[in-house]
């Protein structure tokens, strides 16, 4: 069984570009989220979709991040204009129902 | 304060040694606690579950719940040089969306 894929596995974009970054959930897994671990820092939670609505974006850090998850199955997150502080790594997880989530090998964002 | 707190090492032992890794957290509403093993640019992979308090066992692998002292442990007997990795403890509430609040993570390198 696949598990979670995200790609790319590594984006470099220039300050104010735009960046979209993808997650192929595990199959049949309703739930899907995004985390995010900065330079030097914990990995934090940024968003939670159970099929295809928004469950809690409350650890979204403002409006120039946007995620969706059209059909519910792969989810995009939009990072639209790029700043420096956005660099980290990217994860996505999945599970079922309220399960274990699994988690994806991450995208490393570096924003020059 | 960070909600949970972790030592993040680096931790360097000899093949065979038991090492022990710990975390406290500040928030008394976590029931789920999980550790998770990332190995260099890969993502988190689960390693050990707990609901509440008490220990867990799984293989080499032993996990500890203490929420009296809000505290948990992951011990790894007979270390081996598979096991140099970074260990996360992650943890969330009974009834949220499961959203993982993460340790910043314990670099362990197992020495041959």
């Known amino acids: 069984e696949a598990g979670v894929t995200q790609f790319p596995s590594h984006s470099v974009i220039e300050k104010g570009q735009t960046v979209t970054l993808r997650c192929d959930p595990i199959?049949?897994?309703?739930?899907l989220y995004w985390y995010r671990r900065v330079m030097g820092k914990e990995i934090k939670f940024l968003l939670h979709f159970v099929k295809e609505s928004k469950q809690d974006e409350s650890g979204m850090p403002n409006n120039r991040f946007l995620a969706e998850r059209t059909g519910g199955t792969y989810s995009t997150l939009k990072v639209q204009p790029a700043e420096l502080e956005d660099s980290g790594v990217y994860f996505c997880a999945s599970s079922l129902r309220q399960g274990i989530a699994f988690f994806g090998q991450g995208t490393r964002l570096t924003v020059v | 304060q960070k909600e949970v707190e972790q030592d993040p090492g680096p931790l360097s032992v000899p093949e065979g040694a038991i090492v022990s890794l710990n975390c406290t957290y500040s928030?008394?509403?976590?029931?789920?606690f999980m550790w998770y093993r990332q190995y260099s640019r890969k993502g988190p992979e689960l390693l050990m579950y707990?609901?509440?308090?008490g220990n867990k066992e799984d293989g080499r692998f032993t996990a500890q719940v203490d929420k009296s002292s809000k505290y948990i442990s992951l011990f790894i007997r007979d270390s081996q040089p598979s096991d140099s990795a970074t260990y996360l403890c992650a943890m969330s509430e009974v009834g949220s969306a499961r959203q993982l609040t993460f340790g910043s993570g314990t670099q362990l390198t197992v020495l041959p």
């Open positions: 707990t609901y509440s308090s």
């Open positions: 928030n008394s509403a976590f029931q789920y």
């Open positions: 199959s049949g897994h309703d739930n």
